[in-house]
Nanobody, 115 residues
Framework: DVQLQASGGGEVQPGGSLRLSCAASGFAFSDYTMSWFRQAPGEKPEWVSSIGRAGGTGIYADSVKGRFTTSRDNAKNTLYLQMDSLKPEDTAVYYC????????RGQGTLVTVSS
């Protein structure tokens, strides 16, 4: 079974940082582009970023560009999202997905940005 489990969320003040991780199992991780999505309460899911199979430079939504950095470690089957200069509007449950398929998401992790 495909499993994607995000972790690393929490409560942080505006301007703070968090690093999310996503542990993947049940498929050949290095064969897939991976993505991050987020969903705020009462809102539709929002694509955040994607990264290619070999890693390198990711692509980002305008809302997070310059503040978030995605990376991956194929040896550890793990995807990361470094979030800096966090804003209250970044508050959401964050999910990792295989390719850009929101339906493939597993357990998310809640990020709350509040003073």
């Amino acid at each position: 079974d495909v499993q994607l489990q995000a972790s690393g969320g929490g409560e942080v003040q505006p301007g703070g940082s968090l690093r999310l991780s996503c542990a993947a199992s049940g498929f050949a991780f290095s064969d897939y582009t991976m993505s991050w999505f987020r969903q705020a309460p009462g809102e539709k899911p929002e694509w955040v970023s994607s990264i290619g199979r070999a890693g390198g430079t990711g692509i980002y939504a305008d809302s997070v560009k310059g503040r978030f950095t995605t990376s991956r470690d194929n040896a550890k089957n793990t995807l990361y999202l470094q979030m800096d200069s966090l804003k209250p509007e970044d508050t959401a449950v964050y999910y990792c997905t295989r390719q850009s398929d929101f339906g493939s998401r597993g357990q998310g992790t809640l990020v709350t940005v509040s003073s």
